[in-house]
């Protein structure tokens, strides 16, 4: 029979499962790597429920991820500004691409689009995101979404084995409708399983208090 502890609420939990209440990431720091699929949308409601539940959250977004969405948007949801630019840094006397990442407790990437899974696969970095990811220090969750012929391209698939073999996680994608008008396997994952597998990647104890 599996033991059991109580957490900080007074209710019990498994013995070894993740104490973290999902409810309060105070103290915690997440990176999300935006990139340029349709689905960016569906990413604002992953910052917005990250934020409402303590986490300090930095986006990170492509440029192609910026002609879907403003980084506006992703301003207002993470009460931060948006980094877009190696060029423009937000830290002045850091580099920021390893202050970031010295920072950051979780790395999540969504949408992953093909392009930055070939990059990671092969350790480019010929922007502030993929950069970001060559010098990352904390567990990385890839989302992808992408057209189902995409994602069933023997390239991309490749790639995918590749990052997985590096140790990356990945969620989805899903299979459902997808934004071409067709059904099929490249979904983005509903934004609160996003959520619940950045829980689940979070370092075993709570911030809150150590911060
Ligand atoms: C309307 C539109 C939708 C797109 N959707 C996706 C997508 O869902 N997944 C994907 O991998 N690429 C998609 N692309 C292609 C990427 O935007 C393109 O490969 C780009 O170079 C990705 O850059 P990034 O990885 O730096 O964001 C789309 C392009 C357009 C014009």
Not at 26 to 31: A, D, N, Q
Not at 38 to 46: L, T
Not at 126 to 145: E, K, R
Request: charged letters at 20%.
């Amino acid at each position: 029979m599996t033991a059991h502890k109580p957490d900080s609420t007074g209710d019990t939990v498994p013995e070894g499962a993740n104490p973290i209440t999902p409810q309060d990431l105070s103290g915690f720091e997440i990176v999300v790597g935006i990139c340029g699929g349709i689905a960016v949308y569906k990413v604002c409601s992953v910052v917005s429920d990250l934020v409402q539940r303590g986490a300090g959250v930095t986006c990170v977004m492509t440029k192609s991820a910026t002609k879907f969405v403003g980084p506006l948007t992703f301003e207002a949801l993470s009460g931060r500004k948006v980094l877009t630019s190696l060029w423009k840094p937000q830290y002045a006397y850091d580099s920021q691409h390893i202050k970031l990442t010295d920072a950051a407790d979780v790395f999540v990437v969504a949408p992953a689009t093909a392009n930055i899974i070939a990059k990671t696969a092969n350790g480019l970095a010929d922007d502030l995101l993929s950069t970001l990811l060559t010098s990352v220090n904390c567990p990385v969750l890839f989302a992808p979404a992408m057209n189902d012929r995409m994602w069933a391209n023997p390239a991309v698939a490749a790639n995918v084995a590749r990052v997985k073999k590096f140790g990356y996680h990945l969620i989805g994608p899903g299979e459902g409708w997808l934004a071409c008008r067709t059904v099929g396997k490249g979904r983005l994952e509903e934004p609160t399983s996003i959520v619940d597998a950045i829980v689940e990647l979070l370092p075993n104890h709570s911030k809150s208090s150590a911060r």
